[in-house]
């Protein structure tokens, strides 16, 4: 059931992505000659006025293909004939509306929530070794841990694990003053809390009423946190301490969603989990389309103030054939990439 609930959200988050290209280029009265969820055979298609609707049957991308998109057209309403302006807003409208929907998908799934833990210290376990002056103390507010700025309790958790070495660079405030603690050792470690031995880092933290603002703050600060967290993965593959075969496509997505979804105690709380995690999805499917990436919708933005700057200098219009040349090139290569992490994703799946 979970795989069903998992593979239905994938392709609600490409729907709501090819949507917004779509409403964007209609809006703005580019001619779309087929709207497409999923990729490969078709498998319903329904002729509009104008556009071809279809739903094809691989669940790993969409489509929203418009008049003049990747080649020359003398129709005044084709893409590559609209303004630089309007060109920007149809690409960018995919990320836009992914945005807009995790948003909504946060506001929904915090709407019943009392309170948030925050990143001030109401209290340290027994036995914490570096409580005082020099080290933490109760009223201490973490600001920010390795460079990376704290606003709830869930960043602090992160970027702890993320630590490697159990020392940090932390910033706190404390009674108006901020303090820097180099390489301050904070680690999880065995402190007996009622009698039982359990490994923690020794912080209690404060509670937050949850009020209408609140939720709010917090709804628009996990969108953000979400992209910072791309942004931390991207410097992890680039540093190599990720590599390829961490990255994940759809089928590693859907397994990643029914494994929350298996894991969690109730049916409830596992479509919820689930939906959390869709936010999550949606957001990275933002950003990695919006990335100055040939054949990515940033990719074709970049491409837009390049050719403009040549044209400048060159003092006439560009062919669009050469970008159509650059983002075929470049979708071959990302499908050979998607094939890659594909065949990753099913591998990853038998060995465990």
């Not at 002729?47 to 080649?71: D, H, V, W």
């Not at 409208?93 to 001030?120: Q, Y």
Request: proline share 3%.
């Amino acid at each position: 059931m979970y795989i069903v609930f998992a593979i239905i959200a994938f392709g609600v988050l490409i729907a709501v992505h090819e949507v917004g290209h779509f409403t964007a280029a209609k809006l703005l009265g580019v001619k779309v000659n087929e709207f497409a969820i999923g990729m490969g055979p078709k498998i319903i298609k329904k002729q509009g006025k104008e556009t071809l609707y279809s739903l094809r049957a691989l669940p790993i991308g969409g489509f929203c293909a418009m008049e003049g998109e990747n080649e020359s057209s003398d129709d005044l309403r084709s893409f590559t004939a609209q303004k630089r302006w309007r060109r920007i807003v149809i690409l960018a409208a995919g990320g836009i509306a992914n945005f807009i929907v995790c948003f909504i998908i946060i506001i929904i799934l915090t709407s019943g929530a009392k309170s948030f833990a925050g990143t001030t210290l109401t209290g340290l376990v027994d036995g914490f070794p570096n409580e005082g002056e020099d080290g933490l103390m109760v009223g201490d507010t973490i600001v920010s841990i390795n460079g990376e700025r704290l606003y709830y309790k869930e960043d602090l958790d992160l970027f702890l694990a993320l630590s490697k070495g159990g020392r940090v660079d932390l910033v706190i405030r404390r009674d108006g003053e901020t303090i820097k603690l180099n390489r301050f050792p904070l680690e999880r470690r065995e402190y007996i809390i009622d009698g039982e031995p359990q490994l923690r880092y020794g912080l209690t933290l404060n509670l937050i009423e949850a009020n209408a603002w609140i939720k709010f703050k917090y709804s628009c600060y996990s969108v953000m946190n979400y992209v910072r967290l791309i942004r931390v993965s991207l410097a992890q593959l680039f540093s190599g301490s990720a590599g390829l075969r961490d990255l994940s496509g759809p089928v590693g997505i859907v397994d990643a969603m029914n494994t929350v979804g298996q894991s969690s105690p109730s049916i409830g709380a596992a479509i919820g989990n689930i939906v959390s995690l869709m936010a999550f999805i949606g957001v990275n499917l933002a950003v990695v389309n919006l990335l100055p990436i040939p054949a990515m919708d940033g990719g074709r933005i970049l491409f837009i103030f390049i050719t403009f700057v040549i044209e400048k200098v060159i003092r006439r219009r560009l062919d669009p054939k050469y970008e159509g040349y650059i983002n075929t090139t470049a979708l071959v290569l990302l499908m050979g990439l998607m094939a890659f992490i594909l065949v990753n994703d099913v591998l990853k799946i038998i060995n465990n």
